[in-house]
């Protein structure tokens, strides 16, 4: 069950109304830069993670 035209036209109507026309593209503009930095942290290997040694290792 997702969101009808009329939901999402009464919900970005709402935001409108409470951030005024000015915030509104800044916001936005945010939401996707962060989303773009959340997508781009989730692709990126493993391998730029720090490599911790185990405890067994460090004994030898």
Partial sequence: MGFGHWEIILI??????LFGGKKF????????KGLREFKKSVKEPE??????????QKKK
């Fill in 25 to 32: 593209p800044e916001m936005a503009k945010g939401l996707g």
């Fill in 12 to 17: 970005v109507f709402v935001v409108l109304l």
């Fill in 47 to 56: 391998a730029e993670k720090p490599q911790v040694e185990s405890t067994e």
